[in-house]
């Protein structure tokens, strides 16, 4: 009776025993994994860091270009119209302040949207942009842009850095008017009366000086559509020669 119950006791030290090992390998076992197991950081810190750091920065990038080509496209519309549609001096000469769109040999006036294009991709350098014309609008495009965003994380986001802005002014404008000052000057060249024959200029058209002392006489045009830039009325002031 007494060998049954010393193998009984030893028997119950060897599962007690048992079950301190298990024991004490789950508690190192859970011990151990949280102690090399990888931080998650608060639940959607991620989602929050990206959507303010990358997408919320990209529209504020975009914005900002939409706002700069804007401001770019009415300033020229309105300073090359206040200069005949020319960038400095027309090789065509000056009578006074304004540029000759033609001499007795020539016109010199130029593609208004090609000079416009060349401005937008000088004012936006080093990015290289392509400017398109439509209607009221001008849009560039130039490719997509990368943000990479500083944050606990790799974040990096790519978008489409391009523009279209409504600047209120069509450079299309430029074709009708030279259409009519076309006509004028082939009416009117080496009329002996020309004061008389300028008459007949297009309604809308003024003389810019009082008095007609030479052949080349000066013209502040409003818009043929009077657009309005800036809260400034477009008004276009060159001169022609009819010699």
């Known amino acids: 009776m007494l060998e049954d119950i010393e193998m009984f006791s030893?028997?119950?030290?060897?599962?007690?025993w048992i079950i301190f090992g298990i024991v004490a390998a789950l508690g190192l076992f859970f011990l151990l994994t949280?102690?090399?197991?990888?931080?998650?950081?608060?639940?959607g810190e991620w989602h929050l860091d990206f959507l303010y750091d990358a997408?919320?920065?990209?529209?504020?990038?975009?914005l900002a270009l939409d706002q700069d080509a804007r401001d770019f496209g009415q300033d020229t519309a309105?300073?090359?119209?206040?200069?005949?549609?020319?960038?400095?001096?027309s090789s065509c000469g000056q009578d006074q302040q304004y540029q000759l769109w033609n001499d007795p040999n020539q016109w010199c006036i130029h593609n208004v949207k090609e000079i416009v294009t060349t401005l937008y991709q000088q004012h936006f350098l080093p990015r290289d942009f392509e400017i398109l014309f439509l209607n009221n609008s001008i849009a560039g495009k130039s490719g997509r842009k990368q943000i990479n965003a500083s944050s606990n994380y790799i974040q990096m986001y790519t978008y489409n850095y391009d523009f279209t802005v409504d600047i209120g002014y069509n450079f299309n404008e430029y074709v009708l008017l030279e259409q009519e000052a076309r006509a004028l000057v082939?009416?009117?060249r080496n009329d002996d009366n020309l004061s008389n024959c300028?008459?007949?200029?297009?309604?809308?058209?003024?003389?810019?000086?009082?008095?007609?002392s030479s052949a080349t006489v000066a013209f502040c045009v409003p818009s043929p559509v009077d657009?309005?830039?800036?809260?400034?009325?477009?008004?276009y002031q060159f001169a022609l020669d009819f010699s």
């Not at 949280?34 to 639940?43: E, H, K, M, Q, Y």
């Not at 997408?55 to 975009?62: H, N, P």
């Not at 309105?78 to 001096?89: I, S």
């Open 34 to 43: 949280n102690s090399f197991a990888p931080s998650l950081g608060t639940r």
């Open 186 to 188: 082939a009416l009117c």
């Open 55 to 62: 997408v919320y920065a990209a529209e504020i990038d975009l």
């Open 10 to 16: 030893t028997r119950g030290a060897i599962f007690h």
């Open 78 to 89: 309105l300073q090359l119209a206040q200069n005949g549609g020319f960038r400095g001096n």
């Open 227 to 235: 657009a309005v830039v800036n809260n400034n009325p477009i008004r």
């Open 198 to 212: 300028l008459e007949q200029k297009p309604s809308s058209w003024t003389l810019c000086e009082p008095e007609i």
